[in-house]
């Protein structure tokens, strides 16, 4: 079965400082990782995906994550956080086989401090 | 473009009763998923349609069903509601199958309550 653990509950940073939102994954076979942001009361948009090639992937908004398969995690990194990054954001992955059914994280809560 | 609708916005209904959540997905997509997703959680599986099959299913008791359309609209029906099905469904539609690994597109959601 596939999961993710995506750790804290809450990540606070200040306007302007580099921003990481961390996941790690467990999938059998080579995992597909996506990230999504979800606005209050809103549906899930999506950001950015790793599906093959290299460990650095770039996504919308300035986003980009970075796959470690020796630590099966795939965290998300802003170089500089906007207040307008405040959000919950959620990792997913699901396997190579079967349907595109993604299992994802409990989320975590972005505050971007002014 | 238009993305992935889903109606009703909001719902409220009682114990016991049954509900229909619509979802019309992004033109071209044949691929459509549903997601519970519980306040503080993050959304959970539970069906997968493609070209009007059920391709997947989480793990949901018989009350949820579903079905899509020749149009790849779809439509989500739970029976006999409990309280803890209160949540935002989420509606999510997608290229490809099983070969391809495109993203997944989600609607707004419909937020049901069960009282």
């Known amino acids: 079965a596939q999961s993710v653990a995506q750790p804290e509950d809450q990540v606070n940073v200040a306007e302007g400082n580099p921003l990481t939102v961390k996941c790690t994954y467990s999938v059998s076979g080579n995992p597909y990782l996506f990230w999504y942001v979800q606005y209050p009361n809103r549906g899930l948009q999506f950001l950015l995906k790793y599906i093959t090639g290299d460990n650095l992937v770039k996504g919308s908004y300035g986003f980009e994550a970075e796959f470690n398969k020796s630590q099966t995690s795939f965290h998300l990194k802003k170089p500089s956080a906007l207040v307008s990054d405040s959000a919950l954001y959620f990792c997913?992955?699901?396997?190579?086989?079967?349907?595109?059914?993604?299992?994802f994280g409990k989320g975590n809560q972005v505050v971007v401090i002014p | 473009d238009a993305g992935v609708t889903q109606s009703p916005t909001h719902l409220i209904k009682t114990r016991g009763q049954h509900v229909t959540l619509r979802c019309s997905p992004i033109s071209g997509h044949k691929s459509v998923s549903w997601y519970q997703q519980v306040l503080g959680q993050g959304p959970q599986f539970i069906f997968q349609y493609y070209e009007k099959e059920e391709r997947g299913r989480g793990n949901f008791p018989d009350r949820f069903s579903a079905r899509q359309f020749p149009n790849y609209s779809s439509e989500l029906n739970v029976n006999a509601l409990l309280l803890g099905d209160s949540a935002l469904y989420l509606c999510?539609?997608?290229?490809?199958?099983?070969?391809?690994?495109?993203?997944?597109?989600f609607g707004p959601g419909t937020r049901l309550t069960v009282l």
């Open positions: 999510a539609s997608s290229l490809a199958n099983l070969a391809g690994v495109d993203e997944q597109f």
């Open positions: 997913a992955v699901r396997g190579l086989y079967g349907n595109n059914r993604l299992a």
